[in-house]
């Protein structure tokens, strides 16, 4: 059975940071592409960031320079490091796998997602 389960999420003040972590199981790992979506009340999942099983590493334009992608293969952990949030980006965070980097980054596309882990940016 696969899991996928994220952690990390929570309150946190305007120009503050959050780690999350989605640790996987049931899949295997290291051969996945990885994928952090958000969605906020009202709006459509949007793509945060992704990253395959060889490194290769993408951002949503509004992340680039205050959100990282990392992910630890020996803990089957994919993590995204926050800094600088904003009160626009509360929304539920998910992390999703796929085998490949279209199903990471096409939030469409067949593949497991976790069940999400509120961020709330606000003072």
């Known amino acids: 059975q696969v899991q996928l389960v994220e952690s990390g999420g929570g309150l946190v003040q305007p120009g503050g940071s959050l780690r999350l972590s989605c640790a996987a199981s049931?899949?295997?790992?290291?051969?996945?592409?990885m994928g952090w979506y958000r969605q906020a009340p009202g709006k459509q999942r949007e793509l945060v960031a992704a990253i395959t099983s060889g490194g290769f590493i993408n951002y949503a334009d509004s992340v680039k320079g205050r959100f990282t992608i990392s992910r630890e293969n020996a803990k089957n952990t994919v993590y995204l490091q926050m800094n600088r949030l904003q009160p626009e980006e509360t929304a539920v965070y998910y992390c999703?796998?796929?085998?490949?980097?279209?199903?990471?980054?096409?939030?469409?596309?067949?593949?497991?997602w976790g069940q999400g882990t509120q961020v709330t940016v606000s003072s």
């Open positions: 049931g899949i295997a790992f290291r051969l996945y592409a």
């Open positions: 999703k796998a796929a085998q490949s980097y279209d199903g990471a980054t096409n939030g469409e596309a067949g593949g497991y």
